[in-house]
């Protein structure tokens, strides 16, 4: 008769293994990142100096530590920069020793590539210019910092984001993604655009930004600055976005949730000048960074979905 098998005890229990949800999104992002290395000749990071795109490129440390950051960084510049944030990319780009391209908007415009609208904003007019860069240098796979909780349009994307030989987003054209399994085959000409937080939310990036002491722009932070309002948004004044007749200006205390053409992107009414203050406001907050801040998708409806047809990301 076979004896019974003795009753375990704690030192026979496997140790429990959890991640937090944090750790969670910083896996799949790591995972998405080494993914795209072994998959692509030739991919590029998309960075602006942005709270998102800073976070991708601390994934990216993390990804290949301790080797370098094994691609360049492409930043396609509008010419409407806010100052903070370009000294702040040259900075990063510096600390890290990766190469940065920058795919530049007013050159393009003096080449006739592109035409600046009637109302001197550029946002809508950086799709050609990316385009032009990628196809340049050769890009097969391009890493974008959007999130699914952004935009409608954006929800629809994969993390695998396929694009035809022009560069264009077809939504009836995305790839199943069962399991986290990825279909990176391409043909000559089509590239992929890829997105490693895809799964975040605002208050989860700003969570990680906590954890890791990731340094950012101070423009996310709570100061003053001479502001005016215009539909509904608070706009700093700047070189590139002045008040219209009729529109007063006024100095307020406000931060900007997310950064872009400094003569589209408008700024929030805020006292948060800690990451813990920022974070309590965001967890309040139920309107989207882009639908408070960003008035180049106030267009239409479709606006965003429209420009990632285009090429947009």
Same mark, same amino acid.
């Given at each position: 008769m076979t004896p019974p098998l003795p009753t375990p005890t704690r030192e026979h229990e496997p140790s429990e293994y959890r991640l937090s949800q944090?750790?969670?999104?910083?896996?799949?992002?790591? #995972?998405?990142?080494?993914e795209v290395v072994a998959e692509f000749e030739r991919p590029v990071l998309l960075f602006s100096g942005g709270k998102d795109s800073v976070v991708m490129l601390r994934l990216a440390e993390k990804a290949f530590w301790p080797g370098?950051?094994?691609?360049?960084?492409? #930043?396609?510049?509008?010419? #409407?920069?806010?100052?903070?944030?370009?000294?702040?990319?040259?900075?990063?780009?510096?600390?890290?020793?990766?190469?940065l391209v920058v %795919?530049?908007?007013?050159?393009?415009?003096?080449?006739?590539?592109?035409?600046?609208?009637?109302?001197?904003t550029r946002n809508r007019?950086?799709?050609?210019?990316?385009?032009?860069?990628?196809?340049?240098?050769?890009?097969?796979?391009?890493?974008?910092?959007?999130?699914?909780?952004?935009?409608?349009?954006r929800a629809k994307e994969r993390v695998f984001s396929f694009r035809d030989e022009f560069g264009q987003w077809d939504p009836k054209r995305q790839r199943p993604e069962l399991w986290s399994l990825y279909n990176g085959r391409i043909h000559l000409g089509e590239s992929i655009r890829v997105?490693?937080?895809?799964?975040?939310?605002?208050?989860?990036?700003?969570?990680?930004?906590?954890?890791?002491?990731?340094?950012?722009?101070s423009i996310y932070y709570a100061h003053e600055r001479e502001v005016f309002c215009r539909d509904g948004m608070v706009y700093a004044v700047n070189e590139c976005c002045r008040p219209r007749a009729g529109e007063e200006t006024f100095t307020a205390r406000v931060r900007y949730r997310t950064v872009g053409d400094a003569s589209l992107t408008a700024a929030v009414p805020s006292d948060a000048d800690t990451i813990e203050a920022i974070i309590?406001?965001?967890? %309040?907050?139920?309107?989207?960074?882009?639908? %408070?801040?960003?008035?180049?998708?106030?267009?239409?409806?479709?606006?965003?979905?429209?420009?990632?047809?285009?090429?947009?990301?």
């Open positions: 944090l750790g969670v999104l910083e896996a799949e992002s790591v #995972h998405i990142f080494r370098r950051i094994p691609f360049p960084v492409l #930043h396609v510049d509008t010419g #409407h920069n806010f100052p903070e944030v370009l000294a702040f990319r040259d900075a990063k780009v510096a600390e890290l020793g990766v190469q %795919a530049s908007v007013p050159e393009a415009i003096e080449r006739g590539l592109v035409a600046e609208g009637r109302d001197g007019i950086q799709t050609p210019v990316l385009l032009e860069a990628l196809d340049k240098h050769r890009f097969t796979a391009a890493f974008g910092g959007a999130r699914r909780d952004e935009d409608r349009a997105f490693p937080l895809s799964n975040w939310t605002e208050l989860d990036v700003w969570q990680y930004v906590r954890a890791e002491r990731i340094a950012l722009p309590a406001e965001i967890a %309040a907050t139920r309107v989207t960074e882009r639908g %408070a801040t960003r008035g180049d998708d106030r267009f239409s409806e479709a606006a965003m979905e429209d420009r990632k047809r285009e090429g947009y990301f």
